[in-house]
């Protein structure tokens, strides 16, 4: 390739990532999904973002240091795991700036040597061998690159690192924040360029020779110094030489100072370099912190030699290596230089000491200087160079002239603002310990006295801001008027009330149950009676008589049944025993009476016996599946009906074991020698394997489960197990759990039983179930009203639901079906708390979303508002006993705050008061208990297979759990604790042990035949599989620990399969894979895939596939005949309806009735065949028709008729194909759930939506896609779906393009732990006070509100925690008391209402008031005309601007602005507020940040300044005693001013307090150990920056889409996933809606301008989206 094609490649390359870059998801890296997951970083990523930190001032070595460190440290508090990754070949991008070169080299060093961190540098670059090796083998999670690198080089070297990763499967992330999906790309080598070889040696040879003069070792500050000055003079004499001898007439030396500076000179300049090295080794991280800042520049002619000098740098680092034996201390390589002070010095030199201020250096650092200039001149040795004093010997100025050269940081003091004073028992109770030590204002301050006279817009006469607002329950659409008595409205309801017993008789089999109010019987524990009555009352006697008649009348019937089914099911089991013994097994499930199935087995034991014998006659390869039939047979008559076993029956037993070759179980069941007639030639008949192994091996998932015997009468539906027991005593005692159990254990069962005991106890007592998704809401309400009927007076309703889109019921319903927001809503509102008193338990569905990222603290907030018991359900929590603990330190606060309660209570009561408290509040016991119920054992076996593609077909190899584990693994942290095996993999592994060390000493003891569990056991049952499972785990594990660890890898090693990760394109062979999996009787199957785009597309493509294969069926003329007869049905209808016309007009003519008879007669016939022409054939579809009739399917398919993606889904639910994700609405995703659940569609593609609780069943699930959301938690959640309970006895995973490293994984790693997210938000604390000062019942509403306060899960056993939560509830106080939303004494005023109403958007809530108080909207909605109340098209679309600005802010990369595209439709990029807007928002911003900023000051008292000069990751430390001898330090360091809140190693860049103030100040700024950041800051800044100090434009979807309305436009040009686009859009219209409503709610002039344009925008907008 010429350089042109070069370029033209490179810029194609850039277009590339530019066009994938915008559709990346903006996501958090760290909080859901960081896990214990391996990923990598690209070294030179990490240090050009630290680089480009906005704090960070060139040459501020320690300070990036510092910076680096943060950021590691953050990653590695989450929990994740990775290696950093610095290729050889990228050190070329840093030849044109040398200064970053020597940074490079000791940050590899530092990390390698000071931190455990993996750091990888042998790779040469990202297109070599050895790379690719390594990435296969350890496969990361992902990658992290930045998109932009210091200059174009670089930007190309980290696009090349992109490419080849998509081209290895490995998923990328951007730094800045954007994560970027797979794509196939292939990358083009790079040429590398050569290394300058004679550098390098002069480097080693100056290091050797220091060697020999520092004998005793060193610290690498002071080697570096004195080499890197001598090599650079060295080098400087050399080039000075070069010059001399190259021109040819001798110049003057003025000539030559013009050109180039004499030696003498950059002698100067290294000692000043000298000095400075010494004030690092000699003064503390505090007193370098307060060094005065030089704004002025090295001068333009120094560049050179200082560019000189970092070369020799660089290569003294890089060859430090040769001091191996030497005693070097590499601990401060974090602080080689520091520039900043090297100017101070500079500045002294060149500017006061010339003015006559001498000031001494001090003995120590006078010393230590004239050592290491001394070295220096021993090292240079070719020429003298000059005494260590006077350090300035020539007049030359290395400095710039500068007006101010000194930066004056004192100016730029934080105001302390101090406290207004707030008289409240809330405040006083929560920080009431703080107030004491805090500055409080005067009465007649202004602050103060401005806060009352807070003077409104004029047009804001008419409106009152201090009217209650309708809260989100009084807005919601309520989906029927519950008072109308309009027919339609009735039919509708009862219609709705119809499905929704349909949709949950889909969900489970239940029938329903009519409760009955019983009064509330005094609690006593659940115990069995302990002595019958000895007698029994008559009535008594009678009732058992009628139980034992009906029983026997049952029995008879079903003897009755069996007799007339029994001949035909005897002669199919001679024909096909497989079909036959199937439906013997439907009749047994159907069956209740025992001695009725104990004969229905015989039979069938008979005919196994007989089925066997004639196989093994004629066949020489046996099938064993008639073998497991006859096994299974004995299984279950000797374990369930061993009281009616005969002689005979024992006998007959005992024959077929002995038939498949098990003697000597047969012999110990019936010792009496079996006759010998037929048993000649038994070896014939065996089956030739031990009796044990036989069951382990192929029987493993029919072995009998332990379930308990013994009924409870609290159950009638199934015999619950011990555990579930326990479950049910915590309801019946009032108490409250955490219960952890694995998908599809039963654990929901426990809910229904807490509903159902709260509907018997009164009609007032109400159940909230809380779950985490809209779908799991519409089914869990459902399962309810299809399981329980009650009647209750009229206008109260058994089940209600109530989410952000719509209500039913929600209040006068006894259970409330809702979402985390929604049930806060109702606990923070003033006057629902009478309502809230009535609940009488809270379950919390999926209660893990606690950990998650959005919504988490909502969580929070319920477990600790609730006064009554809870259940909290989850199959994945880490540390539940962590959980546990705090919710237990949560019910001692109510047990407290009750009792205190109760006193007031009482006495109020004995007053008369309390008349309105619902009656029995008091009378049920409260229980304070918090239970935690653990149960690990999942009903059905997994069994985890990898797909493969050899020849382009598809092969399927079993996963064995154990190839996921490594020996270091089992060493470090055991086996995972749901890490199980199968019992056919148990076997496997026994023989994989066995096989791989010859002389294992306790190989017999292991032997399955003489495993001590198994010994002379007929039946194994799955609890005996399951220890002997644990035993060999154990031996394993003592092989690590015993020194045979070398055994121990063969064996995994051997476990693992040898499927490679194939290159074609998967997505491609999907529709083969599903195929595959129907022939292999798999189906139904769910396969996950994380793109909604993939989602759909492969659903189409297997309709698509089916589609060709059905034409490729079709009988060559059947398409001619088909339009031959639709011809014929049109004229048979048109002289039907010509009769039927003739009939109308006069009478009837008997002729005519008899010749349309015939017509109508044909017009069937030609129906019918034209339907048989177009039927479907059976292997064209993955319908089951079956399933579900006709009418039901029309019923199901009608709901969709005017939806979205209706067609499209009814298309492929015809096919038996369907798909699901979050961006359908509730009635597509129904539609899918439903056919899903009855069987008629067997294949959905869906995305994680589907893991969180929907019930969906299914024998297989697929992985079908790898991505960065497939993590060990979602894993967890998405595989537990495969194996139904009750059809299934194994659940069958697969994996299909995921690489191997990614499935072991995932097999392997835990689930993250739940830890506490930042509780409060300055909304969240004006709701609470709202709550506080408004509620019905003010001691009631002030407990809760404490209780939010007080026990956040982020402070829970950490008392510093809590004390900087309560200094942010302090700021936040004064924020809404400046902002005039709380009065003095806590009361809300102004705007509160609409800021709590909008809590939802934080900060664009505070700032929409404040434009509207302004009048800046009425500014801008002015009408077309007056009186007119019509706004134009322009006023509309401004108004669009402003509101996306603050309500729909979607950045896009910042890279994203470079792209070429042509957009067609959209503008893309959202402009910035009009500005008017601007100005407002930029005062707005200040004023929050100078108040937030005096919050930190005051903050800054509570960090630990032990740790704050400590760097982060590699704890080292930078304290010491001040340096007090020297003059001169005093008179640098003495900026002690204005660097109370801000990071000592940020100041040593000149940071000071006052950077707090400028917009988008980084994080890492402030002090680290104080917990809090800018993101708590309610700031709005108009532009958002990235990590590299780029811009990131908004995306204008919303302005885009209401000025062209297409979705299609939104996805071509603004790079959206149409659903992911439609649900923003729907959130848009929703918070104008709700903009609108309350607008209008609180202003009485019905003309006025801002009210009427809100609406008209509420409409238009509503209307666009619903033409979508």
Not at 568 to 591: D, Q, T
């Amino acid at each position: 390739m010429d350089l042109e094609e070069h370029v033209m490649f490179l810029e194609r390359m850039s277009q590339l990532i530019l066009s994938a870059v915008p559709k990346a998801e903006y996501s958090s890296l760290f909080n859901d999904f960081v896990e214990s997951e391996f990923f990598l970083i690209d070294g030179d990523s990490l240090l050009a973002t630290c680089v480009c930190e906005k704090s960070l001032k060139p040459g501020q070595e320690l300070h990036f240091f510092y910076l680096v460190e943060c950021y590691l440290t953050d990653l590695i508090s989450k929990g994740g795991q990775f290696a950093i990754v610095f290729f050889k070949d990228a050190e070329y991008a840093y030849f044109n700036f040398p200064e970053l070169l020597p940074l490079r080299t000791a940050l590899i060093l530092h990390l390698q040597h000071n931190t455990t961190i993996d750091v990888r540098t042998k790779f040469s670059g990202c297109l070599s061998q050895e790379w690719e090796i390594f990435l296969e083998d350890s496969y990361p999670y992902y990658l992290i690159v930045a998109d932009e690198g210091l200059n174009h080089l670089q930007t190309h070297l980290f696009n090349f690192l992109i490419t080849q990763s998509w081209a290895m499967k490995v998923n990328v992330v951007l730094s800045s924040g954007q994560t970027s999906d797979i794509l196939r790309l292939y990358a083009y080598l790079m040429p590398s360029m050569y290394k300058n070889q004679k550098f390098f040696k002069e480097a080693c040879e100056t290091i050797s020779q220091l060697k020999q003069l520092w004998p005793e070792g060193s610290d690498i500050r002071r080697v570096l110094c004195v080499t890197s000055c001598s090599l650079s003079l060295r080098m400087y004499h050399h080039f000075l030489e070069n010059r001399k001898t190259t021109s040819i007439e001798k110049t003057n030396i003025q000539e030559g100072e013009s050109n180039c500076l004499a030696l003498q000179e950059m002698e100067d300049l290294c000692k000043l370099h000298c000095l400075s090295v010494v004030f690092l080794l000699h003064l503390p991280l505090s007193q370098r912190a307060c060094t005065r800042v030089i704004t002025s520049h090295w001068t333009k002619n120094i560049h050179t030699f200082l560019e000189m000098k970092k070369w020799c740098e660089y290569f003294i680092l890089s060859n430090i290596n040769i001091c191996e034996f030497w005693n070097l201390n590499l601990i401060h390589l974090s602080d080689l230089s520091d520039e900043l002070l090297l100017k101070n010095i500079a500045f002294y030199y060149e500017n006061e000491n010339v003015e006559g201020l001498h000031l001494n250096l001090g003995d120590v650092i006078m010393k230590d200087y004239e050592h290491l200039w001394n070295t220096v001149s021993k090292l240079v040795r070719k020429f003298a160079v000059g005494k260590p004093f006077p350090l300035r010997t020539t007049k030359l100025s290395f400095l710039e002239k500068n007006p101010s050269p000194i930066k004056d940081t004192a100016k730029e003091n934080i105001p302390n603002l101090g406290f207004i004073s707030m008289s409240c028992e809330v405040v006083d109770k929560f920080v009431g310990d703080l107030l004491t030590d805090l500055p409080f204002l005067k009465s007649d301050d202004p602050i103060v006295t401005s806060l009352v006279k807070h003077k409104e817009f004029d047009e804001l006469v008419h409106w009152h801001s201090h009217r209650p607002l309708s809260d989100d329950y009084d807005r919601t659409k309520c989906q029927f008027d519950e008072k109308s008595r309009d027919p339609h409205h009735l039919r509708s309801l009862q219609k709705y009330q119809l499905f929704q017993r349909f949709y949950g008789n889909s969900l489970e089999s239940v029938s329903p149950k009519i409760v009955v109010t019983q009064a509330v019987k005094p609690k006593n524990n659940f115990i069995a009676p302990k002595n019958k009555k000895a007698h029994e009352t008559k009535a008594e006697i009678i009732t058992r008589e009628n139980k034992k008649r009906l029983i026997a009348k049952e029995e008879q019937k079903e003897e009755k049944k069996w007799s007339v089914l029994s001949f035909s099911i005897e002669e199919e089991m001679k024909e096909n025993l497989n079909s036959g013994i199937k439906n013997l097994e439907e009749f047994l499930k159907s069956c209740k009476s025992n001695s009725v199935k104990f004969r229905v087995e015989m039979v069938a034991l008979t005919a196994c016996l007989k089925a066997w014998k004639e196989h093994c006659r004629g066949e020489t390869t046996k099938d064993l599946n008639i073998a497991v039939q006859m096994m299974k047979r004995i299984h279950s008559l000797m374990e369930k009906y061993p009281e009616l076993l005969q002689e005979a029956d024992q006998q007959l037993i005992a024959r077929c074991l002995k038939y498949l070759g098990f003697d000597e179980l047969a012999s110990s069941l019936y010792p009496t020698q079996v006759a010998r007639d037929d048993m000649k030639k038994t070896d014939k008949y065996s089956i030739g394997i031990g009796p044990v192994r036989f069951q382990l091996q192929y029987m493993g998932h029919y072995l009998i489960r332990d379930e308990r015997k013994d009924p409870d009468p609290r159950v009638q539906d199934f015999i619950p197990d011990t555990w579930q027991r326990e479950l049910l005593d915590v309801v019946d005692n009032n108490e409250s759990a955490v219960i952890v159990a694995p998908t599809s254990s039963g654990k929901t069962y426990a809910s229904y039983y807490c509903m159902e005991k709260v509907l018997k106890e009164s009609n007032e007592g109400v159940v909230v179930y809380v779950a985490p998704t809209k779908a799991l809401v519409n089914q869990v309400a459902a399962t309810v009203q299809n399981r329980f009927t009650k009647s209750l007076p009229n206008g109260e309703a058994l089940c209600g639901v109530f989410t952000r889109d719509y209500r039913h019921d929600a209040l006068n319903c006894q259970v409330l079906i809702t979402v985390p927001a929604c049930f806060e809503i109702l606990l923070l509102a003033p006057h629902r708390q009478t309502w809230v008193k009535r609940i009488r338990y809270v379950i919390f569905d999926e209660v893990h979303c606690l950990g998650g990222e959005i919504g988490a603290e909502v969580w929070e907030h319920l477990l600790v508002m609730i006064r009554c018991p809870f259940l909290a359900l989850s199959a994945t929590i880490s540390n539940p006993q962590h959980l546990t603990e705090w919710l237990q330190s949560v019910k001692h606060y109510w047990k407290q705050e009750d009792s205190t309660m109760g006193k007031n209570t009482a006495f109020k009561r004995n007053a008369g008061c309390c008349a309105n408290s619902p009656k029995d509040y008091f009378q049920i016991k409260e229980s304070y208990k918090v239970r935690l119920v653990l149960y690990g054992e999942r009903y059905n076996d997994l069994e985890k297979h990898i797909c493969s593609i050899k020849h382009h077909d598809i092969y399927f190899d079993h996963f064995h759990p154990c190839a996921a584990l490594t020996t270091d693994h089992i060493e470090k942290y055991g086996f995972p604790s749901d890490l199980t095996l199968s019992p056919r993999e148990t076997i496997q592994l026994y023989d994989t042990m066995f096989q791989f060390w010859e002389s294992w000493p306790r190989a017999q003891e292991f032997d399955p035949e003489k495993f001590i569990h198994f010994k002379n056991k007929i039946v194994i049952k799955k609890l005996d599989a399951r220890k002997y499972e644990e035993s060999l785990k154990a031996e394993l594990t003592s092989w690590i620990q015993n020194g045979h660890a070398e055994e121990a890898k063969m064996v995994l090693r051997n476990l693992s399969p040898d499927s490679g990760f194939s290159s074609e394109n998967m997505l491609r062979m999907f529709p083969l894979l599903v195929e595959k999996l129907r022939k292999m009787e798999k189906l139904p199957a769910l396969f996950f895939l994380f793109s909604l785009g993939d989602v759909e597309q492969t659903a189409l493509r297997v309709k698509r596939c089916l589609e060709r294969e059905q034409e490729r069926q079709r009988p060559p003329k059947a398409d001619k005949e088909a339009y031959d007869i639709t011809n014929k049905l049109q004229k048979v209808k048109k002289s039907i309806e010509k009769l039927k016309t003739m009939d109308e007009k006069s009478q009837k003519n008997p002729r005519r009735v008899d010749q349309r008879l015939i017509y109508e007669t044909e017009h069937n016939n030609l129906l019918k065949t034209l339907e048989k022409n177009l039927e479907m054939p059976q292997e064209c579809t993955y319908a089951n028709q079956k399933a579900i009739d006709t009418e039901t399917l029309q019923m199901v398919f009608d709901r969709v008729k005017f939806t979205r993606k209706g067609a499209e889904l009814k298309a492929l639910a015809r096919r038996g194909i369907g798909y699901h994700h979050s961006a359908l609405n509730s009635k597509e995703k129904q539609l899918v759930e439903i056919l899903f659940r009855k069987g008629f569609i067997r294949v959905v593609t869906a995305t994680g939506t589907l893991a969180l609780g929907i019930n969906m069943p299914c024998k297989s699930v697929v992985f079908a896609q790898n991505s960065i959301y497939l993590d060990a938690l979602n894993y967890r959640q998405m595989s537990g779906r495969a194996g139904r309970r009750g059809q299934d006895l194994l659940g069958d995973v697969y994996f299909f393009n995921i690489p191997l490293p990614k499935i072991e994984k995932l097999i392997k790693s835990n689930v993250p732990e739940l830890r506490g997210q930042f509780p409060l938000g300055i909304t969240l604390v004006l709701r609470l006070m709202l709550l506080a000062s408004k509620g019905d019942d003010p001691e009631d509403a002030k407990a809760k509100v404490l209780s939010v306060l007080k026990h956040s899960l982020l402070s829970f056993k950490k008392p510093r925690v809590i004390k900087m939560l309560k200094l942010y509830f302090l700021f936040s106080l004064q924020f809404l008391m400046k902002q005039g939303y709380l009065d003095q004494e806590g009361k809300p005023m102004g705007f509160a209402g609409l800021v709590s109403h909008l809590h939802y958007h934080e900060p664009s809530n505070l700032v929409f008031v404040s434009f509207l108080v302004k009048g800046l909207f009425h500014n801008l909605c002015q009408p077309t005309g007056k009186g007119s109340r019509h706004f134009s098209q322009d006023v509309m679309e401004k108004l669009v601007l402003v509101l996306a600005n603050l309500f729909g802010r979607r950045p896009l990369p910042a890279k994203f602005q470079e792209t070429t595209v042509k957009f067609c439709q959209s503008k893309v990029f959202l402009d910035d507020l009009p500005e008017d807007f601007n100005d407002a928002l930029h005062e707005y911003n200040m004023d929050v940040t100078k108040d937030f900023a005096s919050f930190l000051l005051n903050v800054a008292k509570l960090a630990d300044m032990k740790q704050e000069y400590q760097l982060p990751l590699s704890k080292i430390n930078f304290t010491g005693k001040e340096c007090e001898g020297s003059e001169l330090v005093s008179h640098l360091m003495n900026c002690k001013e204005g660097r109370a809140a801000i990071s000592p190693f940020v100041c040593l860049s000149g940071n000071s307090d006052g950077d707090l103030l400028l917009p988008n100040t980084p994080n890492d700024v402030l002090l680290r150990t104080v917990g809090i950041n800018h993101t708590q800051a309610p700031v709005l800044w108009s532009q958002i920056f990235d990590n590299q100090g780029r811009r990131m434009p908004l995306n204008a979807y919303a302005l885009d889409f209401y000025k062209h309305g297409s979705l299609t436009g939104l996805v071509q040009d603004n790079r959206m996933n149409e659903g992911a686009a439609y649900d923003l859009l729907k959130d848009f219209a929703l918070t104008i809606k709700s903009l609108s409503v309350s607008l209008r709610e609180l202003c009485e002039n019905e003309d006025d301008n801002v009210v009427l344009a809100f609406e008209q925008l509420s409409d238009t907008f509503t209307e666009k989206l619903n033409g979508v």
